[in-house]
């Protein structure tokens, strides 16, 4: 199976015009073609060229399951935010409604059936039938830098939550960046991050690296973004499908999913209930134990 990353920009940039980084992996990993297009149509016939024929998974930045409800957001959304800390755009109909995108992952589906290459709106494990796998490259950061952290305490798992909630990359794309940003500010940004990124197993970071080496101009490094972001986005949907003990796939099929890179401590983040408990319908402890405050209970051998 082919493993291809789309870093699908959604909002429309202030100056120039909109350009979509497609990559494609080889069996190592490692980028093995990169291309920029300027719409979704586009990125379907290029995805349909680069994996000629074979069945891929193509990992993207963009909702992929969007339930019928004209809703602003999923309850993914919701989860990621109160468990990660980490705030997702709003992936409702509603809310996409508005973008200039539209409903874009039910439009890259129909763009890449109607290029002959129907797919799954998820991964298929089996690896039978192409699909898509919806990755946040901002997600997959916080869980790389995450996991080389010193903050890690084993011991104190409170303290490790909250202090992982709190741990953001810095922002390094121009739609988080200060419009005033010269080139080389951001250049220096960008740079600092991909330091901080110690090579990871399973993700190309040096095609970003070279990228920026050459970028003089505040295109080219946001070029050079964009490579990173695609990388990312590849290099998750790789790990899920050959390591998934080291990924999470988070929501469910229906609703809305995301998929990350995850160590033991990211899954067990994720598999707490925070959400306030409800009071029980019916008491679960025994009567002896809710009344021995005020009575004192004895059994009078009506029952073995």
């Given at each position: 199976?082919?493993?291809?990353?789309?870093?699908?920009?959604?909002?429309?940039?202030?100056?120039?015009?909109?350009?979509?980084?497609?990559?494609?992996?080889?069996?190592?990993?490692?980028?093995?073609?990169?291309?920029?297009?300027?719409?979704?149509?586009?990125?379907?016939?290029?995805?349909?060229?680069?994996?000629?024929?074979?069945?891929?998974?193509?990992?993207?930045?963009?909702?992929?399951?969007?339930?019928?409800?004209?809703?602003?957001?999923?309850?993914?959304?919701?989860?990621?935010?109160?468990?990660?800390?980490?705030?997702?755009?709003?992936?409702?109909?509603?809310?996409?409604?508005?973008?200039?995108?539209?409903?874009?992952?039910?439009?890259?589906?129909?763009?890449?059936?109607?290029?002959?290459?129907?797919?799954?709106?998820?991964?298929?494990?089996?690896?039978?039938?192409?699909?898509?796998?919806?990755?946040?490259?901002?997600?997959?950061?916080?869980?790389?830098?995450?996991?080389?952290?010193?903050?890690?305490?084993?011991?104190?798992?409170?303290?490790?939550?909250?202090?992982?909630?709190?741990?953001?990359?810095?922002?390094?794309?121009?739609?988080?960046?200060?419009?005033?940003?010269?080139?080389?500010?951001?250049?220096?940004?960008?740079?600092?991050?991909?330091?901080?990124?110690?090579?990871?197993?399973?993700?190309?970071?040096?095609?970003?690296?070279?990228?920026?080496?050459r970028a003089g101009t505040v295109q080219e490094v946001e070029r050079a973004a964009g490579l990173l972001d695609?990388?990312?986005?590849?290099?998750?949907?790789?790990?899920?499908?050959?390591?998934?003990?080291e990924s999470l796939f988070f929501g469910d099929r229906d609703s809305g999913y995301v998929i990350l890179p995850?160590?033991?401590?990211?899954?067990?983040?994720?598999?707490?209930?925070?959400?306030?408990?409800?009071?029980?319908?019916?008491?679960?402890?025994?009567?002896?134990?809710?009344?021995?405050?005020?009575?004192?209970?004895?059994?009078?051998?009506?029952?073995?």
């Amino acid at each position: 199976m082919r493993i291809l990353g789309a870093d699908l920009v959604r909002e429309s940039p202030p100056d120039g015009p909109v350009e979509h980084t497609l990559v494609l992996l080889d069996d190592d990993g490692r980028m093995a073609r990169g291309e920029r297009v300027g719409s979704l149509p586009e990125v379907a016939a290029t995805a349909g060229a680069l994996t000629a024929g074979d069945s891929f998974l193509l990992g993207v930045n963009i909702p992929v399951v969007v339930p019928g409800k004209a809703a602003r957001a999923r309850p993914v959304e919701s989860q990621i935010r109160r468990r990660f800390g980490f705030k997702l755009p709003p992936g409702g109909r509603a809310a996409l409604a508005a973008e200039p995108l539209g409903i874009a992952g039910e439009a890259l589906i129909a763009g890449l059936a109607t290029a002959g290459l129907p797919c799954l709106p998820y991964p298929d494990r089996d690896r039978r039938n192409s699909g898509l796998a919806e990755c946040y490259p901002g997600l997959s950061l916080k869980a790389l830098l995450w996991e080389s952290s010193s903050l890690i305490d084993p011991a104190d798992q409170a303290r490790s939550e909250e202090l992982f909630r709190a741990y953001t990359a810095s922002p390094y794309r121009a739609a988080k960046l200060p419009a005033r940003a010269g080139w080389s500010e951001r250049a220096i940004g960008l740079e600092l991050l991909l330091r901080a990124l110690q090579p990871v197993n399973g993700f190309d970071l040096e095609p970003a690296r070279g990228a920026l080496a050459r970028a003089g101009t505040v295109q080219e490094v946001e070029r050079a973004a964009g490579l990173l972001d695609a990388c990312l986005i590849a290099g998750t949907a790789r790990r899920y499908l050959d390591s998934p003990e080291e990924s999470l796939f988070f929501g469910d099929r229906d609703s809305g999913y995301v998929i990350l890179p995850a160590d033991g401590f990211i899954r067990r983040v994720a598999l707490a209930d925070t959400r306030p408990q409800a009071a029980e319908l019916f008491p679960q402890a025994s009567l002896r134990g809710r009344l021995s405050a005020g009575a004192k209970l004895r059994s009078l051998d009506l029952l073995s």
